[in-house]
């Protein structure tokens, strides 16, 4: 069965456009209360933790969610803006039965995004997912509590606590924050105001950029996915570390001393050696990537003595792998960087703390960490598309791409995706020259263009 609400990274679409609309965050919060009732825990009334970063949709969706939850006889505890891997924390913490983060990641603020995760705090297989939208798509196979059966929600600001001291414990005590100068750029988001006190609490001299949330103004030039803003503070502020995060916390991207940004490919290349050469893994440890991780990046971990998986796109892929392989580190070029001995999912300001650990360990500035770690010039495009046909079935795939590819042999690669989240086909093209990356991509994304009927 396909899966017609849940994509990569939860539900994600424009908020009060369906399916991101008030009346189906209620049906979804009776779904996954009746699902976890009746099929998961046996709980007659399930506890579900619901998170939010700052959109202004988000009101309207926590208020219908919980709704629904309440109506099926479950309990909700309200956090307030906590990052993702923060309301995962709270699921487990707390012993609930799942957990909802509502927030659309790096999307603009008119998107919006439902994240589900289980009581482990790890995001709900395909097969889980699949279970629910079968009760989304039948309202008979839910039947609706009454009277004394109802359930209640109430908000917990004390997670926001529990969950500092879980970021905090991260840190190793020999190593401190007192002598970093830190700007931190928290997309105003989820992390506005949890993660730049962390860091104050931990020493640092902290510039904070990002933390104005209007509802409005998440990811707004800001963040993540404008590393270059806080690689030009850097150097306005002589700073020795610049830390980005996304809408939700939950990636990472950074800018070394120079300026210079850092992505998520490079950060999980520095922490394998870091955590190798502390010997908090071994040789011949894995570390799990995807298919779209450079491979520079592969060939770094590989000369390390350590073994590179590449699984699907997707954090919730990348951490199903550790879990099946005991892997301690796993990540994607996005940012998403998964440190198992310490979060069930990706977690930005972790991650930074434990790059932070890496200087100390070596006694180098991240610029030198990050020149270790070389990787392969990249082509990427995206097509926005009507219809997500099969790539498989199409006749430039087959033929024209098929002969691109052997042609390119192992002097790079091509990999061609849709969006899990979006109506876009992927492209990308990597070689170990910039121009055979280049040309190759030009001359993919014409013919599929083409054969696409796009322009």
Not at 404 to 431: C, F, N, Q
């Amino acid at each position: 069965m396909d899966r017609k609400f849940f994509g990569t990274d939860g539900i994600r679409g424009r908020a009060n456009v369906y399916p991101l609309t008030g009346e189906f965050a209620y049906k979804l919060g009776r779904a996954v209360t009746y699902y976890f009732e009746t099929k998961q825990t046996g709980n007659k009334t399930p506890l579900i933790v619901v998170g939010k970063d700052t959109r202004l949709s988000c009101y309207m969706l926590e208020q219908a969610f919980s709704a629904g939850v309440c109506a099926q006889g479950g309990n909700v505890i309200l956090t307030g803006p906590l990052p993702t891997p923060g309301v995962a924390f709270a699921a487990q913490s707390l012993r609930a039965d799942a957990g909802l983060m509502i927030s659309a990641s790096h999307n603009p603020y008119y998107d919006n995004g439902l994240k589900l995760f289980n009581a482990k705090g790890h995001k709900l297989s395909d097969e889980m997912e699949q279970e629910i939208e079968k009760l989304l798509l039948d309202d008979s196979l839910v039947p609706l509590q009454d009277g004394e059966n109802l359930g209640k929600a109430k908000r917990l600001d004390e997670i926001f606590g529990r969950y500092t001291v879980k970021v905090k414990s991260a840190l190793d005590g020999a190593f401190v924050l007192d002598d970093k100068r830190i700007v931190i750029d928290c997309a105003n988001g989820a992390a506005y105001k949890i993660a730049p006190m962390i860091l104050c609490e931990l020493g640092a001299d902290v510039i904070i950029k990002g933390n104005q949330p209007n509802g409005k103004n998440i990811n707004e030039r800001c963040g993540a996915m404008f590393p270059e803003h806080t690689g030009e503070n850097v150097l306005k502020y002589r700073a020795d570390i610049g830390i980005c995060l996304d809408g939700d916390a939950d990636r990472l991207i950074l800018a070394d001393e120079e300026g210079h940004v850092v992505d998520g490919d490079v950060i999980i290349g520095i922490l394998a050696q870091y955590l190798l050469d502390s010997q908090a893994i071994d040789k011949q440890d894995e570390v799990v990537g995807t298919i779209l991780s450079n491979m520079g990046l592969e060939i770094f971990i590989k000369n390390l003595g350590l073994n590179f998986f590449r699984s699907n796109v997707g954090d919730r892929y990348i951490v199903k792998r550790m879990l099946e392989s005991d892997s301690k580190l796993g990540g994607e070029g996005s940012g998403h960087i998964i440190l198992k001995d310490f979060a069930t999912t990706g977690d930005g300001l972790l991650a930074a703390l434990k790059v932070l650990e890496a200087m100390g360990f070596y006694n180098l500035p991240l610029s030198k960490l990050a020149s270790k770690v070389t990787l392969y010039p990249q082509y990427t495009k995206n097509l926005r598309v009507k219809e997500k046909k099969p790539l498989d079935d199409l006749e430039v795939v087959k033929v024209d791409i098929k002969q691109i590819e052997k042609k390119l042999g192992d002097r790079g690669r091509i990999v061609l995706r849709y969006s899990g989240t979006e109506s876009l086909l992927r492209i990308m093209v990597e070689a170990a020259d910039e121009k055979l990356a280049n040309d190759t991509g030009k001359k993919i994304t014409l013919l599929l263009g083409t054969a696409l009927g796009l322009e």
